[in-house]
Structures are given as structure tokens and as C-alpha cells.
């Protein structure tokens, strides 16, 4: 599990995070949600050190950090570690073919054998049905398989956690269901994800849990049966706010 604790994160003064502690279980697929700007990415990103809190503590099973106190590359080696992020734009290496942009992490962070780094790769390419794109670059694929590129680079790297930050907004409609389920069959096989995103369908069959944040502040933590049944007039008003309705056409 991963644990925040009264985490605070300022920009130019402004707090982003206020004291903010929550969990993150493991083999659970956890989905942050909230309005724009609410600080979810901040969070998020917070786990794997690319935002640095003012203060709080983070901890894993067999480490913890105090983001207040001086961090040495070794405890930021190994926390990095624990976590593999999956951006909004998939930031690939033009210059690399499909296969050497997910083993070369793995080879030069982790020190794994080049042999076992691409059998491992073709495994996940295979997974995601991108097994014959292995010596392809890039600029040869479409978006969808460029972000379940990125899926697999993230995967190679075997983290406990999976850190997904609007995996699929740049992507259009038809390719960002591709990349949604291959996210849902890796929630079925436990793989650990934490993700921020916009899609309340995906969220709703994916999550095992919701954490909803507003203003730097978590305003529900829980199951998603009380997020979307059961909701309070604050989360009401949002999902209303972002939910399609054929009645608000105006005649």
C-alpha cells in the first residue's frame, strides 16, 4: 500500500495540496477524479517524486520518505522504483524502434539482462495486441498504440504501482477505447494503477476505488457503488456538470 499523510504541496504561495492523507491499496485499481485544476495531477505525481511537497510523508510497505527532510538519490532511486508513470502524451523516443523504447529502462536503470529485458517486451507487446510492431518507430504508429506503447514501457520497468495521468486525453474516440481496455484487462489481473482521468464510464468499471479531490482537499474516499449511487450534492452537482444529457439541448 501506498500512504500519504498530511501532505502539502504550495505554488507562488497558493497551497495546491492542504494536509491531504490518503491510501492507495495494493493490487487495486485506484481512480482519482475531481474538477479541473483540483490538484489530482499534483497528487499523483507527488508519488513518484516529480512534484515535491512541501511537506507530509509518503511510505510503501518497506520505505517511507518525509518530503520535509533532504532526499538522497538512493531513497529517490528506490521509491522511483515502486511507481512507472503513463502520461497524457506518450513521449516516446522518435529515434528508437518499438522494442528498444521499452527495453532501454530497464537496461540501463534496473540492469537487466538485454536477452530477458526483450523477451519481456514481446510479452507485453503481445499482450497489448502489438506483438508484430517490435522494430517499428513511432512516427509509423498511430496514437492508441503509441499510449499502449507507453503501457508496455511502464510495465517493463515491473512497479508495484502503474501512475496514469489522463492516459487517453489526446487520443480520439475509437482509439481511446483500445487503450481503456487494455487498462481494464490489467485491472483484472491486479496490477496495482492509480489514474486521473475525465472518463466517468471508464472509471465506473475500472475502479476499485474513488478518491474525488477539490481545491486540494479529498472530498470522498471510497467505493465507486457510493460515488455514483449514493452521492453527495457536491459530487451530484459534478458528475450532473460533466454528464451528457439529451434534456440540456436547448430547443
Not at 505554488?11 to 479541473?36: A, H, M, Q, R
Not at 538485454?114 to 512516427?139: F, I, M
Not at 455514483?228 to 451528457?244: A, E, M, Q, V
Request: proline share 5%; aromatic share 8%.
Amino acid at each position: 500500500m501506498i500512504s500519504l499523510k498530511n501532505v502539502v504541496k504550495k505554488y507562488e504561495g497558493k497551497e495546491v495540496l492542504k494536509n491531504l492523507s490518503v491510501d492507495f491499496p495494493d493490487g487495486k485499481t485506484t481512480v482519482i477524479l475531481g474538477p479541473s485544476g483540483s490538484g489530482k495531477s499534483t497528487l499523483l505525481r507527488s508519488l513518484d517524486l516529480l512534484v515535491r511537497p512541501e511537506s507530509g510523508t509518503i511510505s510503501f510497505s518497506d520505505i517511507s520518505l518525509d518530503y520535509a527532510e533532504p532526499i538522497t538519490k538512493k531513497k529517490s532511486f528506490d521509491i522511483r522504483k515502486k511507481t512507472s508513470m503513463v502520461f497524457q502524451n506518450w513521449n516516446l523516443f522518435p529515434n528508437l524502434t518499438v522494442l528498444q523504447n521499452i527495453t532501454t529502462a530497464p537496461e540501463t536503470v534496473l540492469k537487466t539482462p538485454k536477452k530477458e529485458t526483450e523477451e519481456h517486451a514481446r510479452q507485453l507487446l503481445s499482450q497489448v495486441g502489438l506483438g508484430e510492431y517490435a522494430d517499428r518507430y513511432p512516427s509509423q504508429l498511430s496514437g492508441g498504440q503509441q499510449q499502449r506503447i507507453s503501457i508496455c514501457r511502464a510495465l517493463a520497468m515491473r512497479p508495484d504501482y502503474i501512475l496514469l495521468d489522463e492516459p487517453t486525453s489526446a487520443l480520439d474516440p475509437e482509439l481511446e477505447t483500445q487503450v481503456l481496455l487494455i487498462l481494464e484487462e490489467l485491472s483484472k489481473m491486479d496490477q496495482s494503477m492509480i489514474i486521473v482521468t475525465h472518463n466517468m464510464q471508464f472509471a465506473r468499471s475500472v475502479a476499485d476505488k474513488i478518491v474525488f479531490v477539490e481545491d486540494g482537499n479529498i472530498l470522498f474516499d471510497g467505493a465507486p457503488d457510493e460515488f455514483f449511487n449514493h452521492p453527495t450534492t457536491r459530487i451530484k452537482d459534478f458528475l450532473s456538470g460533466i454528464t451528457f444529457d439529451d434534456s440540456q439541448l436547448k430547443k
